[in-house]
């Protein structure tokens, strides 16, 4: 007997139809909100060259990525890893346009190969967006907000945002005496909290105990206004870790000013798992989800590696992530219009599609069947069929007028067997139907 074996890759999903529209619909709603900030959807290449966009991505990335030949050109293509990147390459060659500042969104499909024990996806859905050509304390708070903004919108549980400095922890790393493949290493542990491998790393390169134990609270230095001030006490007078310090001051005192300090925790030791960042960083965490959801933060050097030099900021949200904590949360409802069934009888199959038209004329999702069997048993056969699919609702059509004048509307219930029925004419339908949507999204 031959082993079983997944009928798709590990780390990649089919969304069946209640899911997909559900999870089209929080894509929309995020866009939308967005829109209201003036950040325009832009739609990226699903690959682009190697060679090009490796300039923009670290080592362990490229390693991540899936390789093909392009066969008319004979170079190596690579599937999408990374949109901040791609995002990068496309400014510095113009194509954004020249009037800074540029506000970009997407809604996008990221692919990289994670080991099966992992238990990450390889295919990832994120929506995100991008603020390029300003680089203030103003400019990243105007991102943190508009993220806090979205997540309020689509009624995440209890959701926080940890927002740090990546330059506090690099300067202490980089005066500590570190090798530079230590310092590297550090980094990745630091990104991942790997607290005793932090320590073992330390230990490993013979660093005075006093550097040791800085460097080792960083990381769980989390909380408000006493993190700054923690700071500032291991800084003393070194200019290079004030100066991180006081531009993640100037954005926390921003972002009182537009309310969303409650769902801020300063944490200097949060550290970006991409090594481009190199300023402002962020992750969005939930009570409903086991890590994080998303993040991002400030690459001022990122655009400028493919060859224009302007700063910026963004940030990606995993929607799988994002969508299972909603549903953890009991967020999750619908996705527009519940469905209505539509049962004529064989003779009246053109009143029955201009009756549909007009409906989904007006945003109603509409399914058109024909009754099977005499007209005696019509109503029963409708009900009985329209219960088992499970349908908030269903139009008979009267069977001896032509063209039907009115129609009756059957309304189920899952908490009754009673079926409420309700004769209307063909005009008053529409805005009765229009009452049927549901959820949050």
Request: hydrophobic share 40%.
């Amino acid at each position: 007997m031959k082993p079983p074996r997944s009928l798709i890759p590990i780390g990649t999903a089919t969304l069946l139809p209640h899911t997909a529209q559900s999870v089209r619909r929080l894509e929309d709603q995020l866009l939308a909100h967005l829109s209201t900030w003036g950040y325009q959807e832009i739609i990226l290449p699903t690959f682009e060259y190697l060679d090009v966009l490796a300039v923009g991505l670290a080592p362990e990335i490229l390693e991540k990525c899936y390789k093909f030949a392009d066969w008319a050109s004979g170079r190596i293509l690579v599937l999408r890893p990374d949109a901040t990147a791609q995002i990068a390459r496309m400014v510095a060659m113009g194509v954004g346009g020249e009037a800074l500042p540029l506000r970009f969104s997407y809604r996008t499909t990221v692919f990289r190969y994670e080991p099966e024990h992992r238990g990450r996806d390889r295919e990832v859905f994120q929506v995100g967006f991008e603020l390029i050509g300003n680089d203030s304390p103003q400019s990243d708070a105007e991102v943190v907000t508009l993220l806090s903004g979205l997540l309020e919108r689509i009624g995440l549980p209890e959701w926080k945002i940890s927002l740090g400095h990546v330059g506090f922890f690099k300067v202490l790393l980089a005066q500590s005496g570190l090798s530079p493949g230590g310092r590297k290493q550090a980094e990745v542990a630091a990104a991942h909290k790997d607290l005793p491998r932090l320590e073992q790393i330390l230990d490993t390169e013979r660093l005075p105990r006093s550097m040791v134990r800085d460097i080792l609270q960083v990381p769980e230095r989390c909380g408000r206004d006493e993190v700054l001030e923690w700071g500032k006490r291991i800084a003393g007078k070194n200019s290079q870790l004030l100066k991180p310090l006081k531009r993640l001051a100037q954005v926390y005192r921003q972002l009182k000013t537009t309310g969303v300090q409650d769902h801020i925790l300063l944490d200097l030791g949060e550290f970006r798992g991409f090594d481009y960042y190199d300023g402002v960083v962020f992750d969005v965490f939930t009570s409903a989800f086991g890590s994080e959801i998303g993040g991002g933060g400030r690459y001022n050097h990122l655009v400028g590696r493919f060859g224009r030099d302007l700063p910026a900021i963004g940030l990606g949200l995993d929607l799988d992530r994002v969508f299972s904590a909603l549903e953890r949360g009991g967020q999750v409802g619908g996705n527009g219009f519940k469905p209505v069934l539509i049962f004529t009888f064989p003779h009246q199959t053109e009143e029955s599609f201009t009756l549909a038209q007009l409906l989904r004329g007006v945003g109603v999702c509409v399914i058109e069947e024909t009754i099977e069997g005499s007209p005696k048993s019509a109503l029963a056969w409708v009900t009985t069929l329209a219960r088992r699919r499970r349908m908030p609702c269903a139009i008979l059509f009267e069977e001896k007028k032509s063209p039907p004048q009115s129609v009756l509307l059957l309304e189920f219930t899952s908490s009754s067997q009673k079926t409420r029925q309700t004769r209307l004419s063909i005009q008053e339908l529409p805005h009765r139907l229009q009452a049927f949507r549901y959820g949050n999204f």
